[in-house]
């Protein structure tokens, strides 16, 4: 029942900074059978490393007997523009030249990417959405989808975001791009230029993802004895290597760079206004150790969106939690589902 299709846009698509592409490709992925009311969509927004495939990074949300259950639910996922899971990025070929785009590759903002997630919408002849949820990155383009169509989405679920990057988040994605830069492969055009500094990058990235108490529980050392070649350090550079074997740095940058365009309230008369205009019931979560994107962002968010629930999810993994507490999750949005009086199973 998981299905992968590929969206071709083949007319110029305008970017937020005046250039713009000449059409894209978006890969997406599709679970479930759409309904005859058309009422059972529910769309993943992803993170920023991760792909098309929900069931395969959240796999506690959906499946059989899950909260999202292929039999109720259609639910769609698309990798987001800029990325490498088969959605046009920096490795793509440019029409123009018949070349990939390498460093040519325009910068991209969170806008760009949801208008591009919008024409696929269009697309499939989607009017109505039942709910839209994501975390991290992907929380973001929730929000500035749900403020471009407000009368699009019915729910959304908003994990582990915020209205505008912060920032200290600011200050970790510039760590990181430093590091990818610094290896002196970055300038080349070639498919893996800059790989060993987006390895160092993805080290950078691991602590503000995690929690000193995750180090602690799965990191430290048995053996007192122990003077070098720590667990923690060759954990670093396990998880460095394991993200160059799927991700480039080119995409690593590009989308780096969107997140921290990131704000709701640019160009649209400041933030508290597009929060307080928002539609669709909404639902934000917090992960209490989250270091990266920390509960006061969402509380804000939620202080600020009309009728909106809040819910805070005990964790030790920090930023991280949101994928992995699958069960305190799914405990959050049925409740949520249930308080506003909808029926989760679309029957």
Same mark, same amino acid.
């Given at each position: 029942?998981?299905?992968?299709?590929?969206?071709?846009?083949?007319?110029?698509?305008?970017?937020?900074?005046?250039?713009?592409?000449?059409?894209?490709?978006?890969?997406?992925?599709?679970?479930?059978?759409?309904?005859?009311?058309?009422?059972?969509?529910?769309?993943?927004?992803? *993170?920023?490393?991760?792909?098309?495939?929900?069931?395969?990074?959240?796999?506690?949300?959906?499946?059989?007997?899950?909260?999202?259950?292929?039999?109720?639910?259609?639910?769609?996922? %698309?990798?987001?523009?800029?990325?490498?899971?088969?959605?046009?990025?920096?490795?793509?070929?440019?029409?123009?030249?018949?070349?990939?785009?390498?460093?040519?590759?325009?910068?991209?903002?969170?806008?760009?990417? #949801?208008? %591009?997630?919008?024409?696929?919408?269009?697309?499939?002849?989607?009017?109505?959405?039942?709910?839209?949820?994501?975390?991290?990155?992907?929380?973001?383009? #929730?929000?500035?989808?749900?403020?471009?169509?407000?009368?699009?989405?019915?729910?959304?679920?908003?994990?582990?975001?915020?209205?505008?990057?912060?920032?200290?988040?600011?200050?970790?994605?510039?760590?990181?791009?430093?590091?990818? *830069?610094?290896?002196?492969?970055?300038?080349?055009?070639?498919?893996?230029?800059?790989?060993?500094?987006?390895? #160092?990058?993805?080290?950078? %990235?691991?602590?503000?993802?995690?929690?000193?108490?995750?180090?602690?529980?799965?990191?430290?050392?048995?053996?007192?004895?122990?003077?070098?070649?720590?667990? *923690?350090?060759?954990?670093?550079?396990?998880?460095?290597?394991?993200?160059?074997?799927?991700?480039?740095?080119?995409?690593?940058?590009?989308?780096?760079?969107?997140?921290?365009?990131?704000?709701?309230?640019?160009?649209?008369?400041?933030?508290?206004?597009?929060?307080?205009?928002?539609?669709?019931?909404?639902?934000?979560?917090?992960?209490?150790?989250?270091?990266?994107?920390?509960?006061?962002?969402?509380?804000?968010?939620?202080?600020?969106?009309?009728?909106?629930?809040?819910?805070?999810?005990?964790?030790?993994?920090?930023?991280?939690?949101?994928?992995?507490? *699958?069960?305190?999750?799914?405990?959050?949005?049925?409740?949520?589902?249930?308080?506003?009086?909808?029926?989760?199973?679309?029957?």
């Amino acid at each position: 029942m998981l299905k992968h299709h590929l969206f071709e846009y083949k007319e110029s698509f305008k970017l937020e900074s005046g250039s713009s592409l000449p059409g894209f490709n978006l890969a997406y992925t599709t679970y479930g059978t759409l309904n005859q009311r058309r009422d059972n969509i529910i769309w993943v927004c992803h *993170a920023l490393t991760a792909n098309s495939d929900f069931t395969e990074w959240w796999p506690g949300l959906f499946g059989k007997g899950k909260l999202y259950d292929p039999e109720k639910y259609f639910v769609i996922c %698309a990798n987001m523009l800029g990325g490498c899971y088969g959605s046009t990025g920096s490795l793509s070929t440019n029409p123009k030249t018949g070349l990939p785009f390498y460093h040519d590759f325009p910068d991209l903002t969170n806008r760009d990417i #949801v208008n %591009a997630f919008d024409l696929l919408r269009q697309d499939l002849d989607i009017e109505k959405v039942h709910t839209i949820i994501g975390g991290s990155l992907g929380g973001q383009h #929730v929000l500035e989808w749900v403020i471009k169509n407000p009368d699009v989405f019915n729910n959304m679920v908003v994990i582990a975001s915020n209205a505008k990057h912060s920032p200290w988040g600011i200050a970790f994605n510039e760590s990181q791009r430093q590091a990818i *830069a610094m290896d002196l492969t970055w300038k080349l055009s070639t498919e893996k230029a800059g790989m060993n500094g987006m390895k #160092v990058a993805r080290s950078i %990235a691991l602590l503000s993802y995690r929690h000193y108490a995750t180090y602690l529980a799965t990191q430290e050392e048995d053996d007192d004895d122990v003077k070098d070649n720590f667990k *923690a350090s060759s954990y670093q550079v396990y998880q460095g290597n394991k993200l160059a074997k799927r991700f480039n740095a080119f995409s690593y940058w590009t989308l780096s760079k969107a997140m921290d365009s990131h704000n709701v309230g640019r160009g649209r008369g400041g933030i508290l206004r597009v929060l307080q205009g928002i539609k669709a019931r909404s639902l934000f979560i917090s992960i209490a150790t989250d270091q990266l994107f920390p509960v006061n962002e969402q509380k804000f968010l939620a202080d600020h969106v009309v009728d909106a629930t809040f819910e805070i999810i005990d964790s030790s993994y920090g930023h991280d939690g949101f994928l992995i507490e *699958a069960r305190q999750l799914t405990s959050a949005v049925a409740n949520f589902y249930k308080e506003n009086k909808l029926n989760p199973e679309i029957v």
